[in-house]
């Protein structure tokens, strides 16, 4: 209970920061891992907290990430279009794929970097604690690949906008690429509707059927992590399903939520119970973050993030261009 109660805290604490001006800009869940980071490295985490921020960071991010389903609809997925998909599918898929190759050439730990991979190319700190799941990085990696989707994130925030005219994207074009590309949905919503109503709406749900792609992506990743583990002789993880169960639960609830309408009103407490979910685990994760730890790690990831922003912004603009 000290543990969860302290997490809780900070999580509440993060929203009202959020409420306030400056702070608007920052989604309550990276505001409350800065907090908790804070509070770690400040003045430390109490001893008789250490079990219930564990449980904040496994049991209550999984059951944040189920209810995620219910944001999402089968309807959603099919407006965006073939085409659109296949600009979203195309663009994760070569981040991904782009961003653990680049990691490699920088000397990056394989871990952090499938971290910054999933957070760069599915929706930012939501996939880095998702993905955490199969990958089991220590939790410094976890907040370095959250303060990297937070930084390059923002700095698209602010940056597509500017960039339409000079681009000649209309505003479906526009919001597409929002989608497909920017880290956080906040942030794509925040991007979006600075080309108007059109651009917004479509961008939110471009990002949304991206979202969408998380229970695939970690999918495959326990499937590989199985597979790394058998090759290595670790013969008891093959005993062990690929998969965390949570990823089940998520696409239930977004087949449910297809079939089923949520009141507005329901749909609205949900949201906003699964984002203070969300930020009482990463506020647990910042409570288990050591400073002296990240620093260790130097600017090699960041450099990776870096280069992963770049390339999803002008791989998926290119693929926009080729398609509409």
Not at 114 to 137: H, K, Y
Not at 150 to 166: C, D, E, I, K, R
Not at 213 to 242: E, I, K
Not at 270 to 298: N, P, Q, R, W, Y
Request: proline content about 4%.
């Amino acid at each position: 209970m000290p543990g969860l109660a302290l997490s809780a805290a900070l999580a509440a604490g993060a929203f009202g920061l959020h409420q306030l001006p400056g702070f608007r800009l920052f989604s309550p869940m990276i505001l409350a891992i800065m907090a908790g980071m804070a509070l770690h490295n400040v003045v430390g985490t109490p001893v008789r907290a250490k079990p219930g921020v564990a449980f904040a960071m496994r049991r209550v991010l999984r059951i944040a990430i189920i209810l995620l389903g219910l944001q999402l609809t089968a309807a959603q997925i099919v407006e965006v279009g073939a085409r659109g998909l296949a600009v979203i599918a195309l663009s994760l898929a070569g981040t991904f794929l782009f961003t653990v190759w680049m990691g490699r050439l920088l000397g990056v730990d394989s871990k952090l970097a499938e971290l910054i991979a999933a957070g760069t190319s599915i929706c930012g700190a939501s996939a880095v604690i998702a993905t955490n799941t199969v990958t089991r990085a220590p939790d410094e990696d976890v907040a370095y690949a959250v303060a990297c989707v937070t930084v390059f994130g923002s700095m698209a925030m602010f940056a597509y906008p500017l960039l339409p005219a000079l681009l000649q994207l209309d505003a479906h074009a526009f919001g597409l690429w929002s989608g497909a590309s920017i880290h956080e949905i906040a942030q794509v919503v925040a991007a979006a509707f600075q080309d108007g109503q059109q651009a917004g709406e479509f961008g939110t749900i471009a990002k949304l059927a991206r979202v969408t792609l998380l229970a695939p992506g970690v999918l495959t990743l326990g499937l590989l992590a199985t597979r790394r583990a058998r090759r290595h002789g670790q013969d008891h993880v093959s005993a062990q399903p690929p998969l965390p169960w949570f990823v089940f639960g998520f696409i239930a609830l977004v087949g449910i939520n297809s079939v089923i309408t949520v009141p507005a009103e329901a749909k609205t407490v949900i949201v906003t119970v699964t984002g203070f979910l969300l930020s009482m685990a990463l506020a647990a994760m910042g409570l288990e973050t050591d400073f002296v730890k990240l620093k260790a790690k130097g600017l090699r990831p960041l450099a990776l993030g870096l280069a992963a922003f770049l390339f999803i912004a002008i791989f998926s603009l290119a693929l926009v261009k080729l398609t509409t």
